[in-house]
């Protein structure tokens, strides 16, 4: 269990002490959310098949809470091989409706059409360089230096530009929102409380 206050002292605003000694936001503490937070969440994904993965998994998010894809995420991959973006891309009607029978996954009509046109998207986007430089190219200048998460934005220059430009590609389902997201989620940003142990983990930002 997340402790809000130990030994060591009461934490700073916006972080708890875990039972670990070390400080995460709320949202962190606790479970699965602790795990994917410690290990995974802001580190770079430079790769063509992480990014679509976790491109998808943002679309499916919208309106959920980010705990419901995780507890669904090795369902999610499994009902679309893997990610693998070729393959995908090359998904039918049938494999529309079988995924509308999955119960592993979430069954919404709208996102899987979404998540089989982002595979043809990212294959086109190869000509021009693929999906990883496309999105990376729209990495700030500066990141959020947040003490809460009140202070963490949910949007900004570069998200609302990043998802006109992947519109302009064909792809759907990368609001500005849904864009930061996928930005904090694979380093391209740094909202990481600047209490928290993981701050500058990313090693993108110093």
Known sequence: MAETNTAEGTPPPG????????????????GLMREYYDT???????????????????AFQSGLSWATILRKRENFRAAFAGFDPETVAAFGEDDVERLLGDAGIIRNRAKIRA??????ATLELRAEGGLPDFIWSFQPEVTPTPSTM????????????????????????????TMFALMEAVGIVD????????????????
């Not at 039972?19 to 503490?29: E, F, K, M, S």
């Not at 998540?115 to 043809?120: R, S």
């Not at 609302?160 to 609001?175: C, E, H, W």
């Open 40 to 58: 995974e969440w802001g580190l770079p994904v430079r790769d063509e098949q992480g990014l679509f993965e976790r491109l998808s998994l943002e």
């Open 115 to 120: 998540t089989i046109n982002n595979a043809a």
């Open 15 to 30: 972080v708890v002490r875990g039972d670990d000694g070390l400080l995460r936001p709320v949202w962190a503490a606790e």
């Open 150 to 177: 009140a202070e963490v934005p949910t949007t900004s220059p570069e998200s609302i530009a990043l998802s006109k430009a992947l519109r302009k590609k064909g792809f759907s389902f990368v609001g500005p929102t």
């Open 191 to 206: 909202t990481h409380l600047v209490d928290s142990h993981r701050r500058g983990s990313s090693g993108v930002w110093t």
